[in-house]
C-alpha cells in the first residue's frame, strides 16, 4: 500500500473527509481492543500495525505530536507482545491471567501518568508545530501509554485508564478533523466497559480461595 493511497479520502462524514489510513488504522485498533477484552495475544500485533498505520493518518493531518504518540505505541505494543509471550502467565483457557494492581503499582501509573502529561503538555506548549491543542493532547497521548503498560501486565485498571483516555479523546478527535478516529473512540468507550466486567470478574473469580475438597 503506498502512502498516497492511504491518505485518499474514504469517505465524508459531518461534513469531513475520513482518509483510508485513518479508517484502516482505527479498525484494526479497534480490532486490537476487543482482542485484549478475550485476553489473546494476538491483541499487541493488531496494535503495533494501526500504530504503524496511524502514523500516514496523523501526518496528513499535520499532527506531529500525534506521530509521535503513535511511535511510541508502537514501542508499547512490542513491549506488551514480548510480555504477553515471555513474562505473562497464562490460565488454562490460554488467555493471559489477569488481576487488579497493588496500591503501590496504582500509585506509580498515577504519577507517572500526572508527570508525563506535565512534561509532554510542557513540551507541545514550547513546540506548537507538534500540536494546536497541547494540554489535551499531552494528556491523550500519556494516558494511551499508561494503559498500554497496564494492559501489558494484565492489571484491571488498564480499563478504567481507557475510560478516562476516551473523555478527552473523543471531542479532541473531532476537533482535529479525524472524525472516524472521534467514531471510533465511542465505540473504545463502550468495549472498554464491557471489557472492565469481564476483566474484574475474572480477577475476583481468580482471587477467591478453592472450595473444600474442589481440585487445585
Same mark, same amino acid.
Given at each position: 500500500m503506498s502512502g498516497g493511497?492511504?491518505?485518499?479520502? @474514504?469517505?465524508t462524514v459531518f461534513d469531513q473527509r475520513v482518509i483510508w489510513s485513518d479508517l484502516i488504522g482505527n479498525s484494526i485498533g479497534l480490532a486490537a481492543l476487543a482482542l485484549g477484552w478475550r485476553r489473546s495475544v494476538w491483541t499487541w500485533p493488531a496494535q503495533l500495525l494501526a500504530g504503524l498505520i496511524l502514523? $500516514?493518518?496523523?501526518?496528513? @493531518? #499535520?499532527?506531529a505530536g500525534g506521530v509521535g504518540k503513535q511511535l /511510541?505505541?508502537?514501542? /508499547?505494543?512490542? *513491549?506488551?507482545?514480548?510480555q504477553w509471550t515471555r513474562g505473562g502467565h497464562r490460565t488454562r483457557d490460554g488467555g493471559v491471567a489477569v488481576r487488579f494492581a497493588t496500591w503501590r503499582e496504582r &500509585?506509580?501509573?498515577? @504519577? &507517572? $501518568?500526572?508527570? &508525563? $502529561?506535565? @512534561? /509532554?503538555?510542557?513540551?507541545?506548549?514550547?513546540?506548537?508545530e507538534l500540536s494546536w491543542n497541547p494540554w489535551p493532547d499531552a494528556y491523550v497521548f500519556v494516558g494511551t501509554v499508561a494503559a498500554m503498560v497496564a494492559q501489558a501486565r494484565?492489571?484491571? #485498571?488498564?480499563? *478504567?485508564?481507557w475510560l478516562l483516555v476516551d473523555l478527552v479523546g473523543v471531542p479532541l478527535a473531532f476537533a482535529s478533523g479525524l472524525a472516524f478516529s472521534g467514531l471510533v473512540y465511542v465505540l473504545y468507550f463502550a468495549l472498554a466497559l464491557l471489557g472492565l466486567r469481564d476483566?474484574?470478574?475474572r480477577s475476583r473469580a481468580a482471587s477467591r480461595p478453592p472450595l473444600k475438597g474442589a481440585p487445585a
Open positions: 493511497w492511504l491518505q485518499g479520502t @474514504a469517505f502514523v $500516514t493518518a496523523n501526518a496528513t @493531518a #499535520e499532527l /511510541v505505541v508502537i514501542g /508499547v505494543a512490542l *513491549f506488551g507482545w514480548y &500509585g506509580l501509573l498515577l @504519577a &507517572g $501518568t500526572g508527570l &508525563g $502529561t506535565l @512534561a /509532554v503538555g510542557l513540551l507541545f506548549t514550547s513546540l506548537p494484565g492489571l484491571v #485498571e488498564f480499563w *478504567f485508564a476483566w474484574w470478574l
